[in-house]
């Protein structure tokens, strides 16, 4: 019958390197190196056993459940997966230890204190409740234990070597069965050369170092040497610097040393993705192949994504950002820059998810979905289902796609058992997590060795860097069980007899392994220090930091041989630390700013089909007598896209109490009274806030949407009297309004248009803040926002021409004037004098032209870019406009390019 020479290692690391030394030194046939779960493959195919199944977790689970009264019972009601993995974990640790469920159950614990008896007793009632289940492991090893010599067509005769790799009691007891079915002795050469893995250290006494490390880490010298050059300690700022040191260090090592190539030279990282992606860049950009790096890419798991937002998108009100992300998701069923668009525009408070040209039906339905809500578990489910059949996805997104396929069967499961809707629970089984790909390593001869801090060495080198040597690592902490506590462990051992390991024995076997590594290195050692994490959280060094300050003379501590890399006298004394040049230090470069002459027309930037520039508004013609730059940024499309948290800003507020007023006060019809203002007011902010800012009909905004309510209510109570003392007829609301200044097309949509009992019209324009901040502006001419409505009126009118009443005053001829009604302090500023104002409380004419400067600005400014000159802003602008203007010169604000592109010097307006 074959047999099979099976060499057991404890990883893949030390499978390859001992594969090595074999094709070497002792080639043959019939001989498998592996790791303990390929020797379980190979055994159980030897035996012809069928691979284990089952749904493990699903029994497990189940099993805890039923065991009354066990100590993990409350602690499975709050975090059942969490609970159930620690307490598998201490249940392996003791059928490990044991060898059977049988012999388990079988031990008399006797001796043990009330808790750790406790403890011991839950765990065999588990096993009891698990009625032979086990994990997958334990049961193939179970099924081979079971298995007769006589069953195997091919026997696996196992070699090892004491605690290399460290084996559990049941493993061993396995081992021996597998041995003792083969019938033979082991053999000598494979023996030999198994033994060839562990490094002999205890030959000569050391004559440098690093030999010292070798020998003597963790253990007590009698004697100490002095510190040499074949090992160091260099402290960085952090793991980014790190790898680019590392890299300057192995390319000077290459210059400095004769006959050292790559591959002699070798990287130990610590188990932290950021090193591994660190680390490629570095050495990709310095030219230096490495070999056995372990890249494994991280994706989004854009599948429980999707339906993690889309949960959020239909618990009404949906905040803004769940809405935008789930638009711009991958798996939406549009191209990826249609999506950017919808939720820039929902960033932008546009919540209305209106269809866009060329949408698909299932655009469409897509929308529609995003803007309903659910009250529910069944229209929820039901919501859930075509959600999911609308999702789109190329070949390169079919995973994800089936993800959330899977995912919300998970949740249509749970909504099932659900009277309500728990939105937490079902976040919770959708939350997204990073999607690890497969490991992709690949090994050449030529490049840099990459060890791995968890695995053994798979080849020697002469030199060797060691990365994020902090506290936490070389070596990893043992970890200890949640159930059994170093303490409870020993007295388990006691009294039941059990090799139970402990985590301080877990700790010996981390350094073990951290000596082997190091002893794979003839030359020479430098541990890497960095001083900052990502986050830029204070690291400190490792412990084994401590064990080697021990081993030197002239060291009382053992942090003051690590080299600083930002101190100069230390860097010099840095081994293959590679020195720049000294040289002078100079300023940078100065950005020369100067006013712009683009030699062309930039008026005509924005054109409409025929070539016409297309229209300007009030608003944009402030920006542009502000900030030129502004206006162009805004022009071109370039002003920074911000998402940020939703807050009552305002201008949202601004907007809100425009909606409200606008229902209020509706063209053509009588004057509402202030028992209809008073009933009506909240359900017409309810149905503004419904379209316009949803997340304010949360509960935690109650406050703020009660003192919206009170504020819109007692503006529109003095706009009332107002209206009814004036004794005025409102000719049209919201009305767009369209004409020319100085030929260039303007327009913009007037809040009101009022007609006056002399014939005289009054363009409206409501404000949410005070007369304060608007009032200065307009008594120094600085005011044009109403002004150019009243420009509108004078040289165009509106842009539909159905509001014949409207028409025919302005056909008329009758004079123009403007009104700011400031919600805030319910004041009227203006610039006409009517008869019937002065019994109006806080009615404000302003005297003068009160646009005056403001259109002189603007008509200088129209000027320059007609010419293509484009004037920037001087320091003193900002001053200028906010203290001598009485204008709050926002626009400098729209873009961080404002100011870097900034003169010194007054504001021209000021000279």
């Not at 007598?625 to 949202?652: F, G, Q």
């Not at 379209?691 to 309510?709: C, D, H, I, K, N």
Request: with cysteine; hydrophobic share 45%.
């Amino acid at each position: 019958m074959q047999v099979i020479q099976f060499l057991l290692v404890p990883d893949s690391s030390a499978a390859r390197r001992l594969r090595r030394l074999l094709a070497a030194q002792s080639p043959r046939m019939g001989v498998v190196v592996g790791t303990w779960p390929e020797l379980l493959d190979q055994a159980s195919a030897g035996y012809l056993l069928a691979p284990a199944s089952g749904d493990w977790s699903a029994h497990f689970l189940d099993a805890l459940e039923k065991v009354p009264d066990a100590f993990w019972r409350e602690s499975l009601a709050v975090a059942a997966e969490e609970t159930a993995a620690e307490v598998e974990s201490a249940l392996c640790l003791l059928l490990n230890a044991s060898g059977s469920t049988s012999d388990l159950i079988e031990c008399d614990a006797v001796g043990l204190s009330l808790r750790q008896h406790k403890h011991f007793q839950d765990l065999v009632r588990l096993v009891q409740a698990l009625d032979g289940w086990l994990p997958i492991e334990f049961q193939s090893m179970q099924q081979l234990m079971a298995c007769s010599p006589v069953d195997a067509v091919r026997h696996i005769h196992v070699h090892y070597l004491d605690d290399y790799p460290a084996l559990t009691a049941f493993q061993i007891k396995l081992i021996n069965k597998l041995n003792a079915d083969v019938g033979l002795d082991a053999d000598p050469a494979l023996t030999s050369v198994l033994s060839a893995m562990l490094p002999d250290t205890l030959r000569v006494e050391p004559q440098s170092s690093l030999q010292a490390l070798q020998r003597h880490l963790y253990a007590v010298s009698s004697e100490k040497m002095p510190l040499d050059s074949t090992v160091q300690w260099v402290g960085v700022r952090d793991f980014l610097e790190e790898a680019e040191v590392a890299a300057s260090l192995v390319q000077q090592m290459l210059v400095q040393t004769p006959g050292l190539k790559p591959a002699d030279i070798g990287l130990l990282l610590p188990e932290a993705p950021e090193y591994t992606l660190a680390v490629n860049d570095a050495f990709s950009l310095a030219g230096l192949p490495l070999s056995g790096l372990p890249l494994r890419p991280r994706q989004r798991d854009l599948g429980r994504e999707a339906l993690f937002l889309f949960l959020h998108c239909r618990q009404q009100p949906a905040p803004a950002m769940a809405l935008a992300a789930c638009l711009s998701s991958p798996l939406m069923p549009w191209p990826k820059y249609r999506g950017t668009i919808l939720a820039q525009k929902v960033m932008d408070g546009d919540y209305g998810l209106t269809p866009f040209r060329g949408a698909t039906s299932a655009a469409e339905s897509m929308l529609e979905l995003l803007r309903e809500g659910d009250q529910t578990p069944q229209s929820l489910m039901t919501a859930i289902h075509a959600f999911v059949e609308l999702l789109d996805a190329g070949a390169a997104l079919k995973p994800h796609l089936h993800q959330a396929k899977t995912t919300a069967e998970e949740l249509c499961t749970a909504i099932i058992e659900m009277d309500d809707i728990d939105w937490g629970a079902l976040r919770r089984l959708s939350s997204p997590q990073y999607a690890h790909l497969a490991e992709s390593t690949t090994y050449n001869r030529e490049g840099i060795a990459i060890w791995r801090e968890t695995h053994e060495v798979w080849r020697s080198v002469r030199c060797l860097v060691v990365l994020g040597f902090t506290d936490g690592h070389y070596p990893v902490p043992g970890g200890e069980s949640a159930v059994f506590v170093d303490e409870d462990l020993r007295s388990l051992c006691s009294s039941l007899g059990l090799p139970l390991v402990t985590a301080a024995e877990k700790q010996q076997e981390q350094r073990d392994r951290f000596k082997r590594q190091l002893s794979a290195v003839s030359e020479f050692v430098c541990f890497m220090v960095p001083r900052k994490a990502a986050t830029g959280k204070a690291l400190q060094v490792s412990e084994s930091m401590v064990f080697m300050g021990k081993l030197f003379s002239g060291v009382d501590n053992a942090e003051s041989v690590i080299l600083e890399l930002d101190v100069a006298a230390d860097r010099a004394r840095i081994r293959f630390l590679p020195q720049a040049v000294s040289v002078p230090p100079r300023s940078p470069r100065a950005p020369v700013v100067e006013d712009i002459q683009f030699g062309r027309d930039l008026l005509a930037l924005r054109t409409d089909a025929e070539g016409n520039p297309r229209p300007e508004s009030p608003s944009s013609l402030e920006n542009l007598m502000i900030s030129r730059l502004a206006w162009l940024l805004r022009r071109v499309d370039a002003e920074p896209k911000s998402w940020e948290p939703e807050r009552p800003t305002v201008m949202l507020l601004g907007t809100l109490t425009h909606r409200v007023f606008e229902e209020l006060f509706q063209a053509a019809q009588p004057i509402p009274t202030a028992a209809f203002i008073n009933d009506s007011v909240e359900p017409l902010l309810f149905a503004a806030l419904s379209s316009l800012a949803p997340f304010l009909l949360a509960g935690p905004w109650q406050v703020e949407r009660t003192y919206l309510a009170s504020g819109i209510r007692k503006a529109a109570l003095a706009w009332q009297t107002v209206l009814v003392t004036l004794k005025a007829n409102i000719l049209a609301t919201e009305v767009w309004l369209e004409g020319n200044l100085d030929g260039l097309p303007i327009h913009g949509q007037a809040d009101a248009v009022l007609g006056l009992p002399d014939g005289r019209l009054l363009v409206v324009d409501y404000k949410r803040s005070g007369a304060k901040s608007r009032k200065p502006r307009m008594q120094k001419g600085y005011d044009s926002q109403a002004n150019l409505y009243r420009t509108m009126l004078q040289t165009g009118g509106p842009k539909c021409k159905d509001n014949t009443e409207l028409l025919g005053c302005l056909k008329a001829g009758v004079s123009t004037a403007v009104l700011y009604f400031m919600t805030s302090d319910q004041v009227s500023l203006t610039d006409a004098r009517i008869i019937e104002s002065g019994v109006i409380p806080g009615w404000d004419v302003i005297e003068g032209d009160i646009a005056e400067q403001a259109m002189a600005l603007i008509r200088q400014s129209l000027r320059e870019l007609r010419s293509g000159q484009l004037r920037l802003n001087r320091l003193g602008d900002a001053e200028f406009f906010d203290k001598k203007a009485g204008v709050k010169p926002y626009a400098l604000d729209t873009s961080p390019l404002i100011p870097l592109f900034t003169l010194p010097g007054e504001a021209k307006e000021a000279e």
